[in-house]
Every structure is written in C-alpha cells, then in structure tokens.
C-alpha cells in the first residue's frame, strides 16, 4: 500500500498461512529464478528468501521462506527441492550451511479446533 506521498505505509503482520502459501507457490514456481518478484503477504516488500535443507540424492527437504524486511515467514517439510536450486544438507552444522536463514516469526496454520 503507498500513501499519496508515495511513501510506502507500515503493515501490521496479518497475513495468513494461506497468504504466505499463496506467496511460496509463486515463488517456488519460478525456480531457479534467484530473485523471483513475488510480494511479501504481511509487508509488501520484495525481498523473500527461499532456503532448502534436505536429504541427499533424494532432493526432499525442508523450507524456510521468509521476508528480509519483516522478518516472518514460514517452514514447510517433506518439499521436493528441484535439482537445479542450491540445498544444503539436514547434516551440514547451522554455522557451515550456504544460506543463512535469521530468526524469523513462524506464520503457523489457524487452529480449525479453537
């Protein structure tokens, strides 16, 4: 959203599970695209991180997808990580990993029970 100012204005952080989905299936879709120009469902911005960790040579692992800016995001398991898109192995220590994934707030499904 921007003001007429053509500032951009500040977003509380309610974007959904579904929003944020929504947000990694384009993203994932463009792969390998490096920088794919998909928006950020609670800020608007563009700069969202996609990072795998998995299991080698079956290419299944997990995903951590977040937003630079508001540092919240989501992680998905048991993704298939395509074979041109960098993983780095569920084995490989925190500190010695290729993508360095912050601490982010998780965006978790609604809770169909409460």
């Known amino acids: 959203m921007s ?10 952080l309610t974007a959904s599970w579904e929003g944020w989905m929504a947000a990694f ?3 994932y879709d463009r ?3 490096t920088a794919p120009d998909v ?11 996609l990072a795998f960790q ?12 977040w937003c630079e800016t508001c540092l ?9 990580v395509p ?3 960098p993983m780095d192995s569920v084995h490989t220590p925190v500190d010695q990993r290729t993508a360095r994934v912050p601490n982010y707030s998780l965006v978790w499904p609604a ?3 409460g």
């Open 25 to 27: 299936q384009q993203h």
């Open 3 to 12: 003001r007429t100012d053509g500032s951009t204005a500040m977003h509380a």
């Open 31 to 33: 792969l390998p695209d």
């Open 111 to 113: 809770d169909e029970d």
């Open 83 to 85: 074979e041109d898109v």
């Open 54 to 65: 998995g299991l080698f040579p079956d290419r299944v692992g997990y995903a951590s997808f």
């Open 39 to 49: 928006r950020c469902p609670n800020c608007g911005a563009r700069k969202l991180n």
């Open 72 to 80: 919240t995001g989501i992680h998905l398991s048991r993704c298939l």
